[in-house]
């Protein structure tokens, strides 16, 4: 079974901008979920897909927002970057939580 | 919601030695897994363990549910079991929001 993937792996964005992040769930996952880890910080929750539905959000601005389509896969999107966003991005699928997570490589965005 | 709260932050110890790491949480859990993030930062999934114990070579886990802690135990340990781990909870009520501890940072000294 192939795991998660998550692309760009690096990202180096100017503040203002706007940028998308992908990720490609576990075969047979369909709950997607996205973190945010800062240096030296626990990662953070910031929203998750179930369905292609937003099924909880963490405490994180409407410009971070997301999709899920059809085959799970899913997308976050960040608009008008700030410096404070730089950090690891990672996503998470699922088949229900309870079940156990399991977690991609991260995509490390760099906002100068 | 839920805390999670990890002991120690840091632990270095020498090659060979055997650690336990702590992870207190503040809920009753319907899940809590430990993860071990590799330097390029990927979370890897160590044990599913919300409760009861579990053995995987030279690691094992053990979750107390009803007193609301979890250890891992490294054995032996070796200079590639470095680096930062996480446990995180799901609670039983609420959103499907893993919720992670600050992480204990290990390093193993040659």
Known sequence: ETGVTQSP????????????LRCSSQSGHNTVSWYQQALGQ??????QYYREEENGRGNFPPRFSGLQFPNYSSELNVNALE???SALYLCASSLGGARGYTFGSGTRLTVV | GIQVEQSPPDLILQEGANSTLRCNFSDSVNNLQ????NPWGQLINLFYIPSGTKQNGRLSATTVATERYSLLYISSSQTTDSGVYFCGTLPNFGNEKLTFGTGTRLTIIP
């Open chain 1, 42 to 47: 626990g990662p953070q929750f910031i929203f």
């Open chain 1, 83 to 85: 410096l404070d966003d």
């Open chain 2, 34 to 37: 430990w993860f071990h993030q």
């Open chain 1, 9 to 20: 792996t690096h990202l180096i964005k100017t503040r203002g901008q706007q940028v998308t």
